[in-house]
Structures are given as C-alpha cells and as structure tokens.
C-alpha cells in the first residue's frame, strides 16, 4: 500500500522560510508527476506546484519567485523550498503524488504565517 507523508509545516513569521519534505512509501512502479497542493479554511484545494519527470515546472502565480519545487526520485521524495512567507500563505498543504495511472495524496501538514 502506498503511503505520502509530509513533514516540515509550522508556524513562522512573515518573511520566513519553510521546507516541506513528502516521501512516498510502498510500491509504486512508476512514480510520475510530484507535487503540492493546499486549502486555505473556506476555500477549494488549489495547486501550489508541481514537477514532471522531465524536470518540468508549474507554480501558481501567487508563489513564482518565492517558492520552488524540487524532487530526489533516489528517494521517492519531493520537497517544496518556502520563501518570503505571507499570511495568505497559510493553508493546509498536501502532496500529491501520479503514479501507477493513479493520484495519491497526503493527510496534509499544517503552514501558519503570522503577520
């Protein structure tokens, strides 16, 4: 069975840094596109960002140039760098993972940031 589990959410200040690592566990036969999503309280999930096995990436406007995406497919983890944190940026974030002709996600970790 395929697990996701995300780590590194928090409570920081604006205008600091997080790092969320995601690590996906079980078998996967072919792991494709890794990415993040989150949902803020009262809204939809929306993407955050993600990245291709072709090293491809797609980040929402609200994020280019403060956050990046990266991936260690050795370890079956992607990670997303958080930057320049704004309180708009709180929300429960959520990896997600396509692999195997299938979605797999997260139970979510917690980003909080104070203004």
């Known amino acids: 069975q395929v697990r996701l589990v995300e780590s590194g959410g928090g409570l920081v200040q604006t205008g600091g840094s997080l790092r969320l690592s995601c690590t996906a566990s079980g078998i996967i036969v072919s792991i494709g596109a890794m990415g993040w999503y989150r949902q803020a309280p009262g809204k939809q999930r929306e993407l955050v960002a993600d990245l291709t096995t072709a090293g491809r990436t797609n980040y929402a406007d609200s994020v280019k140039g403060r956050f990046t995406i990266s991936r260690d497919n050795a370890k079956n983890t992607v990670y997303l760098q958080m930057n320049s944190l704004k309180p708009e940026d709180t929300a429960v974030y959520y990896c997600?993972?396509?692999?195997?002709?299938?979605?797999?996600w997260g139970r979510g970790t917690s980003v909080t940031v104070s203004s």
């Open positions: 997600n993972v396509y692999g195997d002709l299938r979605n797999y």
